[in-house]
């Protein structure tokens, strides 16, 4: 599903801010100008709008694209937990809505 959601992305060699603009049940595209070779090792934090922390995940880059822009790197997750899941799941409702908030259903 498409996004755009601000993220911090690290490594061992890395640490860059960026921008998630696609997440999907088993990755996400990290949008950069700075890469980091298939792979890499890496975690990622999202940073949910309706969360008090960031989520954080990790990864394996799979591929990487370096068209001017909009280039960046395509990560699998590793170890998604059930809870990580729900919460990526949920960004599609939110990306949806078109007004108010964009918390999901529950209590708080």
């Known amino acids: 599903m498409k996004v755009e959601i601000a993220a911090r992305y690290v490594s061992e060699s890395l640490v860059v801010e960026g921008v998630v603009t696609d997440v999907s049940a088993d990755g996400l595209f990290f949008c950069s100008d700075y890469l980091d070779g298939t792979g890499e090792t890496v975690r990622v934090w999202l940073d949910i709008p309706w969360r008090s922390n960031?989520?954080?995940?990790?990864?394996?880059?799979?591929?990487?694209?370096?068209?001017?822009?909009?280039?960046?790197m395509g990560?699998?997750?590793?170890?998604?937990?059930?809870?990580?899941?729900?919460v990526l799941s949920s960004l599609g409702q939110s990306a949806l809505s078109t007004g108010a908030s964009a918390s999901p259903g529950g209590p708080g």
């Open 54 to 72: 960031p989520l954080e995940l990790r990864g394996e880059v799979r591929w990487v694209s370096e068209t001017p822009d909009v280039g960046g």
């Open 75 to 86: 990560i699998k997750f590793i170890d998604l937990s059930l809870e990580d899941r729900i």
